[in-house]
């Protein structure tokens, strides 16, 4: 990410939906019309003012998704980030009430003796 200078913050564009979906049909029909890969990444990229990774990042995965290419897709890699999640806060959840257990079940015992 490019980092402005001196005020720390990114400067990286974030893009919509839309518009990545958008810059893949344009390097789709452009590869489709010429017939060759050769260039069309950086062409379609500079068309629209993005950055030629970006693009190149965005084809790639919307293989993937569509089923072009092996790997993870989209939909897969949410619901991983969102089961890794759930995963911490049960963990936390668990510690708390280990805590709680183990802090309730001393009480009893001292007033067991008494």
């Known amino acids: 990410m490019a980092k402005s200078q001196g005020s720390g913050k990114s400067t990286a564009r974030r893009y ?35 950055g030629t990774e970006s693009v190149r990042a965005w084809v790639r995965q919307a293989d993937v998704d569509d089923g072009q290419s092996p790997g993870v897709s989209t939909s897969e ?19 708390i009430l280990k805590r709680a257990a183990s802090f309730f079940g001393a009480e009893l015992d001292r007033q067991h003796r008494k």
């Open 16 to 50: 919509s939906p839309e518009e990545k979906a958008a810059a893949v049909r344009m390097l789709r029909t452009l590869r489709a019309e010429l017939g060759t890969e050769h260039g069309t990444v950086h062409r379609v990229a500079s068309q629209l003012g993005y």
């Open 77 to 95: 890699a949410r619901r991983v980030r969102e089961l890794e999640q759930e995963n911490r806060e049960l963990r936390r959840a668990n510690g």
